[in-house]
């Protein structure tokens, strides 16, 4: 059954209502004809003192060029995702995202409607953020007094003994010598941070600022702003901000998962690297600034290019030095040697005098295969820490999860039952790591997942949830 027109319309506005954005319907006359409380409340006024009124009138600062509704009505055009900064009638400073589309009825524009998204916040954050690293930037620069601070790393912290890893600090040693960016691919916890701030800490630059920077942390629609800087004016209420690239000038700027970047601002980065000339955004003023840039990922280039997170032209620069980091499971030889550097870590801040791992519990951890890398070792030895009462971290001083590893392949289908296990319960571990291991490897991708198992794609689906995975 169809509702009455009344009904319809009254639903309408009662979806309208519930939506917590800000939207404001004009006509093609440029008289406003719906306008929400969100709206009202981004500028300050009350709807009755907008609807019915031309926009032009209710917003003297506005005019045909500026306004984005009439902009939109008179080339039939949408605009996305545009960021607008002002401050309202009552003095308050915001920050939406608008989209603004032209109402098209019959071929004929009939109005147009703004959704305005609120990114106050997350810009109000988004400064803090900036104008914190300004003030380390400057502490940085006054003296390299940091040197004592544990987050400042050297090559000489990264603890490893594995020849692949050997190799690659050889390598970054060199490459930290010039000036060329560096692309470093590891999994989570593998040591990307601790290697790139390796490299600025090796590099001629040692003394200039060291910027780090994840891509993934900033809303896409800020992070243009936040590398390249703003203008006084260049959105209404804008105020003149350094970017990262002039914070970062005569030193490094490390730009953390690269390939969240938008497309369209790997472009623009693209042409960075190519001339260092940078422009805040709204200037028309162009400048050089000098920066070494060093990016990271946790997935594989490969991958990425594949599924075309990250731009081939991008990635043909940055990769001109390419480091890839192992995962833990692939240099288990180098476990004793970070356990121990963990305990003697953790022995000074909890005041104990733990001497070592006994030979089961080191036997728990080998064959676990650490999806998280160091961090999770790192944790796991900081748990045990907490709960040790010999002098050696025994088998029940580990975290659970720990008998659940991916059995190594030559094994795979010969698992053995402990003594605490059941026949049922080592089943669904092999279970659960097969599903794991072929979800990894098909990068999440459920249906190849399944095919891979030979399983229904819905068999699949209740396991995952079953498992938690
Ligand atoms: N070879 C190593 N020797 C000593 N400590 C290490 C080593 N590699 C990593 N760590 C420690 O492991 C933790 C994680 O390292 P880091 O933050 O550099 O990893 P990451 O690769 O940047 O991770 P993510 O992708 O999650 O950002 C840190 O506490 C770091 O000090
Ligand atoms: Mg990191």
Not at 59 to 85: R, Y
Not at 259 to 283: C, F, N, W
């Amino acid at each position: 059954m169809f509702a009455s027109h009344t009904d319809t319309n009254e639903m309408l506005k009662a979806i309208l209502k519930s939506i917590d954005e800000g939207i404001h319907v004009v006509n093609n006359n440029g008289v406003t004809i719906y306008y929400n409380e969100i709206a009202a409340e981004h500028d300050g006024l009350k709807a009755e003192e907008v609807i019915g009124r031309p926009l032009l009138e209710v917003f003297p600062s506005l005019s045909t060029e500026s306004s984005t509704m009439l902009t939109v009505i008179e080339t039939g055009n949408p605009i996305f995702n545009q960021h607008q900064s002002y401050r309202n009638v009552k003095g308050k400073l915001i920050d939406t995202i608008n989209t603004t589309i032209p109402i098209v009825v019959k071929g004929k524009v009939l109005g147009a409607v703004e959704i305005a998204k609120d990114y106050s916040r997350i810009k109000q954050l988004s400064d803090k953020l900036i104008d914190l690293q300004t003030k380390i930037d400057r502490r940085q620069q006054k003296a390299v007094a940091v040197k004592d601070d544990d987050a400042h790393y050297y090559f000489n912290d990264i603890i490893t003994s594995d020849s692949h890893m050997l190799k690659l600090i050889e390598k970054a040693k060199k490459v930290a010598k010039t000036s060329s960016p560096v692309f470093v691919y590891g999994e989570t916890g593998t040591g990307k941070e601790l290697l790139v701030q390796s490299i600025h800490h090796a590099s001629a630059i040692t003394h200039g600022p060291f910027i780090s920077q994840n891509c993934a942390a900033i809303p896409a629609t800020l992070l243009e702003s936040t590398l390249f800087g703003t203008i006084k004016g260049s959105f209404t209420g804008s105020e003149n901000r350094e970017g990262l690239f002039e914070l970062a000038h005569g030193g490094t700027l490390f730009l953390d998962e690269i390939h969240t970047l938008p497309y369209d601002l790997q472009a623009k980065l693209l042409r960075v690297l190519e001339d260092g000339v940078i422009r805040r955004v709204g200037s028309n003023k162009s400048f050089k600034t000098n920066v070494r840039i060093l990016v990271a990922t946790n997935e594989k280039p490969e991958t990425l290019l594949q599924k075309e997170t990250l731009r081939k032209d991008l990635y043909y620069r940055l990769n001109v030095v390419s480091l890839a980091i192992p995962p833990l499971r692939e240099r288990k030889g180098d476990l004793e040697a970070l356990i121990y550097s963990f305990i003697e870590f953790f022995n000074k801040e909890f005041g104990k005098n733990v001497k070592g791992i006994d030979q089961k519990a080191f036997h728990l951890i080998r064959s676990y295969d650490w999806p998280g890398n160091i961090r999770e070792l790192r944790h796991c030895i900081e748990s045990a820490m907490n709960l040790v009462e010999s002098d050696y971290i025994q088998e029940e001083d580990l975290p659970n999860n720990l008998n659940i590893s991916i059995p190594e392949k030559k094994n795979a289908f010969s698992p053995s039952l402990s003594s605490k296990e059941s026949l049922k319960e080592v089943l669904a571990t092999v279970e659960m790591n097969l599903i794991k291991e072929k979800l990894s490897e098909t990068n999440g991708n459920v249906k190849e997942a399944a095919k891979g198992l030979k399983i229904p794609r819905q068999t699949l689906q209740y396991k995952i949830s079953k498992y938690e995975l």
